[in-house]
């Protein structure tokens, strides 16, 4: 979760955003049948996609790694979940990049610095925004270089080292609803996080929704967010 978010009052752990997005990390490696060992979170902001791993395998560490991270956030660090600016452990069997390659000029550059150093077989769970014309204020606001469609990902993903396992978008039903905000914000110009607390009926039915959908496989026409699952060579 990018840290600017928390400051939309949004708590990861009930929100039907997040909630899809965890479910759909979960739902992919159950597919391939992986049980995390140890996990590495980059740019794991609040370390909430980390914290929902471990709260489903009792086994597995995790650090996260955010060079944002305050003195406090540090301080968070438990036996299994550590929060680092840098990365300090040794190879992972699972590597997170939730909407982070976006961040960054380079995003080969980036993945390849971790495939290089991951043993093979090991897992990269890759999600971003997806399609430049939903680009808006949001992305501004949250310095976003650029947005994906999922051939694009799974190229980047390629030529990093990595063999696509899996892809598919994510947010399928609610894509009208993104992309006609998404234009309105582009001509009010409002540099702002689209993402804001829903009330409880509303996050109940998203939800509920997103979470048939994400049991659906193969959606790869449209949505607002584009995800691979792909190994170390």
């Known amino acids: ?47 909430f996609f980390s914290s929902f791993l471990l709260e489903r395998h009792h086994n597995a560490k995790a650090l996260c790694i955010d060079p944002n991270y305050t003195d406090e956030q540090l301080g968070q660090s438990t036996g299994r979940l550590t929060f680092e600016r840098q990365d300090t452990w040794g190879p992972a069997d699972l590597y997170l990049f939730m909407d982070v390659i976006e961040h960054v000029p380079d995003d080969t550059r980036l993945l390849e610095h971790y495939v290089e150093d ?9 999600s971003v925004p997806a399609f430049e014309f939903l680009w808006s204020g949001h992305d501004v606001y949250l310095q976003h270089y650029r947005r994906y469609t999922l051939p694009q990902l799974e190229r ?7 063999e696509v396992l899996y892809g598919r978008y994510l947010y ?26 829903a009330g ?26 584009a995800i691979v699952l792909a190994r170390r060579r």
């Open 200 to 225: 409880p009926r509303l996050n109940g039915l998203l939800t509920n929704i997103l979470s048939a959908e994400n049991r659906l496989r193969g959606n790869r026409v449209a949505g607002s967010t």
């Open 1 to 47: 979760m990018d840290l600017r978010e928390l400051e939309q009052g949004v708590d990861p752990s009930g929100h039907w955003y997040y909630q899809t997005k965890a479910q759909a990390l979960a739902l992919s490696l159950q597919r391939v049948g992986h049980t995390p060992g140890v996990v590495k979170d980059i740019g794991a902001g609040s370390g």
């Open 118 to 126: 991951a043993p093979p077989g090991a897992l990269f769970f890759i």
């Open 156 to 162: 980047v993903s390629v030529r990093s080292g990595l």
């Open 172 to 197: 399928g039903t609610t894509f009208p609803v993104v992309l006609a905000l998404r234009t309105l914000r582009r001509r009010s110009h409002a540099v702002a996080s689209d993402l804001r607390p």
